[in-house]
């Protein structure tokens, strides 16, 4: 295990030391997990640390892996080989938010979230690098994060602003704001 990836778990571990407020709003459930983008593999490794640490804080574990969401929704639709042709089709393509993608993922997630999770429950959102481009991770989160009862953690491959609480997905993108709680690989 990496230094900064095994950082990023001691860092979990200490944050679900904290009993777990009551009454908290969505937002305030939800925790950033931010780590370099090279480090994508090496976490993936490890993310059974995360589920480890969960069960000894004596939570559950719910891991919902978005990263082949895209393929198979595609794989799924009618007119697939015309969009392949035609990809600007694709409803949203322009904006870089494929909606009919997305209302398909936020679904399907929050079916998963109301059959597996309860009040003491982390879910864990991995694989988001895989929907740039397709969805922003902001709209996902903003779209599941009431389904959640327990913890919302996101596995998010980029960099963290403290000074406007901004996240940049993939180094790449312009960051938004959000009041979600980061976790970071101390040095």
Do not use: C
Request: proline share 3%; glycine share 6%; net charge negative.
């Amino acid at each position: 295990m990496s230094s900064k990836v095994a950082k990023l778990v001691t860092a979990y571990r200490q944050h679900l030391t904290v009993p777990w407020q009551a009454g908290l709003a969505a937002v305030q459930r939800v925790i950033f997990a931010v780590y370099d983008m090279a480090d994508e593999l090496r976490l993936r490794a490890t993310v059974d640390e995360f589920a480890l640490a969960t069960q000894q804080a004596e939570k559950r574990w719910l891991l919902l892996d978005v990263t082949n969401a895209f393929p198979e929704w595609m794989a799924a639709q009618e007119y697939r080989e015309a969009y392949f042709e035609a990809p600007e089709d694709l409803a949203g393509y322009q904006t870089g938010e494929l909606t009919e993608f997305i209302a398909d993922l936020n679904a399907k997630l929050k079916a998963r979230i109301a059959a597996e999770a309860g009040a003491d429950t982390v879910v864990a959102l991995l694989g988001v690098g895989t929907l740039f481009g397709l969805a922003r991770v902001s709209s996902v989160v903003e779209s599941i994060k009431d389904s959640v009862e327990g913890r919302l953690l996101v596995f998010f491959p980029g960099e963290h602003r403290p000074e406007d609480h901004s996240y940049r997905l993939l180094d790449a993108r312009d960051g938004w704001n959000y009041m979600a709680v980061p976790l970071l690989a101390k040095d």
